[in-house]
């Protein structure tokens, strides 16, 4: 039988060179477990930043954060590691039996987690993956490029979610322990999706209200990133293809009234 309140909620932020960001992730976050402590969704939370080795104040911002709040950790990266090296590096330290990570930017408002963990229960779910229900934000260059490469995910691996790199995954910790993603890129999102469905989890869609960064600069849209998801997709393409299932999957949409 699936708990109906959450003991430990753990959020993560992979960050590198996020310093206009840092500070207000984290205050989002903050005030957002509050809140579902005090509604009785979640009995306690705790945040982590992976510092995959800033060159700016990310760093010196996070530990001060830590400092002072026990509840706050960071991990601290020797040498950059991309996206997939810090997702995997999350995934080891956190502590949560429920498992939420995201971007540094909060592309969606921070409000959609409590909805996520109400979905999560109602659907006796093992995964949330959020999509963009608007992406004309993100400029037409991403979007093409989004679009192509969800397609190009759906034709190889025989998924269906839908903008499967997007940065809201809600998670169990079960199925974290048997998926395990090896990729270092930003591969890494899809790879995760992947394996959690060919291992029978049953995941659950929502649409979310997407916000665009407005400081700063993405780099997941670089050439270098694409090549690296388009190398590791190919190399990994023939494991995930060989996953045997321990369970029956199941991925739904639920409405955006839930």
């Known amino acids: 039988m699936i708990q109906s309140k959450v003991d430990l909620l753990s959020i993560f932020f992979p960050m590198w060179n996020e310093e206009d ?3 207000r992730a984290v205050r989002a976050a903050e005030d957002e477990c509050q809140r579902l402590i005090d509604i009785g969704e ?3 939370y705790e945040l982590l930043i992976i510092d995959d080795c800033s060159t700016d104040r990310t760093a010196e911002i996070a530990d001060a954060l830590a400092e002072a709040d026990p509840r706050i950790r960071v991990v601290h990266h020797p040498v950059n590691r991309g ?4 997702i995997k590096t999350g995934f080891a330290n956190v502590r949560g039996d429920v498992v939420l990570y995201t971007d540094a930017d909060l592309p969606f408002e921070m409000l959609e987690l409590g909805r996520a963990l109400r979905v999560l229960r109602h659907y006796e779910a093992d995964m949330v993956s ?17 679009f192509i490469y969800n397609a190009l995910v759906q034709m ?7 903008d499967i790199n997007f940065a809201f995954k809600l998670v169990r910790r079960h199925v974290l322990d048997v998926a395990q993603p090896v990729s270092e890129g930003s591969f890494i999102d899809a ?3 992947i394996r959690a469905q060919k291992l029978g989890f049953h995941i659950v869609q929502i649409g979310v209200d997407y916000f665009p960064r407005s400081r700063g600069v993405s ?4 050439p270098a990133v694409i090549r690296r998801m388009l190398k590791e997709m190919r190399e990994l393409r023939s494991e995930l293809a060989g996953i045997a299932p321990i369970a029956t999957a199941s991925i739904d949409h639920a409405p955006k009234t839930e």
């Open 83 to 86: 996206l997939g090296g810090s």
């Open 219 to 222: 780099t997941l849209s670089s």
């Open 156 to 162: 190889s691996f025989g998924t269906r979610v839908r």
């Open 191 to 193: 790879e995760l999706v």
């Open 42 to 44: 979640i009995a306690a």
């Open 130 to 146: 959020a999509y963009r229900l608007d992406r004309t934000g993100e400029g037409p260059r991403r979007a093409v490029y989004s």
């Open 21 to 23: 960001y840092v500070e």
